[in-house]
């Protein structure tokens, strides 16, 4: 069974690396809160990761869900790190993400992408969120930006750990989907190509959002696509810089990308609609994306997100956006979804589900 079919009410899941105090230290009833707000807007997939403020955002995610039965909602979390019972007292280095959970746990983060971590992990997460099983699990971030030039290294012992052990809970039945879960495309790319264990499934963070996925269209999504592989888009906002934020890629963001924020949200304004929406929009308009998962940590943004993946949007915006090259001349847009719906239906051939009536 693919992400697709296993999802209930709609693509829209919510990303919970904001709970685990990204950038900020947010108080115990504000994390739950927002949770609440997304089950109350019918959010029914949540995902999040041990890394996430060293496994706070897991304990704050199972409380909150803890209110509603198991079998109502979708949930995902990742391996590749154990949280460690020990004080971590020496300067923490998450590569290039910085002092990203600063205001998390001080417990020692370690790597671990074997067999018996992983197994461990996933043990160890089910504590933390206080459940018995998961979904889909991601391999996390065994990629350049957390591993540097260690990075090819550590996807090996992945590939004969991780992977296997993940594969393994799918022929059991105990797992949907497995994959990786990175920042970048190159690891997936590596993993789409395997022959002997692949995953059926990715997460795939920032790298396809209305501000950067050329990278991602040249090979990953074209693979994905054929292979029947689907991907899960999270950071759909590219750190917030697209509603609003100052970060892209967790940083200040530099002044081309100000630049071309400034340029798209002049054009969601002549069409009166949010880029919110056109950032949902566009994810979703890819064949191989199963679902979008943007963070939150506050309750009035779900809302947002909400409303954001019901607006209508003309097709003349579409049209706009690629006459004006704010997207790769091959992107999918919503637009092109609609023309083959049309063409199909023209013909009597079944379109499936199309989030863009």
């Known amino acids: 069974m693919s992400i697709r079919e296993y999802l209930l009410n709609g693509p829209l899941g919510f990303g919970a690396a904001p709970l685990g105090n990204m950038f900020r230290d947010i108080p115990d009833s504000e994390a739950e809160a927002t949770v609440d707000a997304a089950w109350q807007q019918g959010t029914r997939y949540y995902d999040t990761a041990p890394f996430y403020g060293a496994g706070l955002s897991e304990m704050r995610l199972g409380k909150a869900l803890a209110k509603h039965k198991r079998d109502e909602y ?3 979390t990742k391996v590749g790190r154990l949280i460690l019972d020990e004080i971590d007292h020496e300067t923490r280095n998450f590569g290039e993400k910085g002092d990203l959970f600063k205001h998390g746990r001080p417990n020692k983060i370690v790597y671990d992408y074997t067999e018996q971590g992983t197994m461990k992990s996933i043990e160890d997460s089910f504590k933390r969120l206080g459940i018995d099983r998961v979904d889909f699990v991601w391999i996390h971030d065994v990629a350049r930006d957390f591993h540097g030039n260690e990075w090819v290294a550590q996807f090996e012992t992945a590939r004969k750990g991780a992977f296997r052990a993940l594969e393994s809970l799918l022929e059991q039945g105990v797992i949907k989907a497995w994959g990786l879960g990175t920042n970048r495309v190159e690891p997936c790319e590596l993993a789409v190509e395997m022959t002997d264990v692949c995953p059926n499934a990715l997460l795939v963070a920032g790298r396809y959002t209305l501000l950067d996925h050329s990278h991602a269209l040249q090979r990953l999504m074209p693979a994905c696509e054929a292979k029947k592989i689907d991907v899960v888009v999270g950071g759909p906002y590219s750190s917030g810089v697209l509603v609003g934020g100052t970060r892209f890629e967790y940083a200040p963001a530099p002044p081309e990308i100000l630049a071309k924020v400034e340029r798209i949200k ?33 309750p009035a943004r779900i809302a947002e997100d909400q409303a954001a993946l019901k607006e209508t949007i003309p097709d003349d915006f579409w049209s706009e956006v690629r006459r004006q090259q704010l997207v790769s001349a091959n992107a999918p847009l919503p637009v092109d979804r609609k023309k083959q719906a049309q063409a199909a239906a023209s013909v009597n051939e079944p379109t499936g589900t199309d989030f863009f009536k």
């Not at 969601?268 to 679902?291: E, G, M, Q, T, W």
């Open 74 to 76: 979708r949930l995902s």
């Open 266 to 298: 002049n054009l969601c304004d002549r069409y009166n609609i949010s880029i919110k929406s056109a950032a949902l929009h566009f994810a979703l308009a890819h064949p191989a994306v199963a679902a979008v998962i943007p963070g939150a940590s506050k």
